[in-house]
């Protein structure tokens, strides 16, 4: 797996445990971290504002978490929305659920940017063609600035 800085990203069996259990980093650290989940900007894709929400205990679907875990899993996409919006990185965003067999379920904090609006009609509709998109023009070194940068403001937001 390669990360969003184009660098190889290496672990054994699902990535949702070995980044759970610290077993590799993301170039731009995690921004919120609590005994239940993580929150981190997405591994793969350069897109600014992108945030993963995931639990650290290993599970495959939604159902899996008590009512209590999915309440707090919530009010971690809440606030991570908030923090975004209140900072101008983007005012508008799409909650994704990704439940992947033998791997983690998890949630995208996915953000609608005016250069996604630009490319395709429907965002949701056109997921790969908007990855692909960022992918091929947003690695560059200012991108991955902006990412830790967003990240340290989400988690100095966190700690308050």
Known sequence: M????NKEIKFKGCPGCAYA????NLPCGIAYENEK?????????PILGFFIVSPKKHIEKLEELTKEERNEM???VDKTIKILRRNNICDRFDIIFEEKENRHMH???MPRHNWMIEICNDIIDNIGYVSDYAKQNFRTTDIYEEIKNITLLVKNEFSK
């Open 2 to 5: 390669m990360d969003y800085e």
């Open 21 to 24: 259990n610290h077993e590799f």
């Open 37 to 45: 989940f993580t929150l981190s900007q997405d591994w793969e894709l």
């Open 74 to 76: 919530f009010d971690i």
């Open 107 to 109: 949630v995208w904090i």
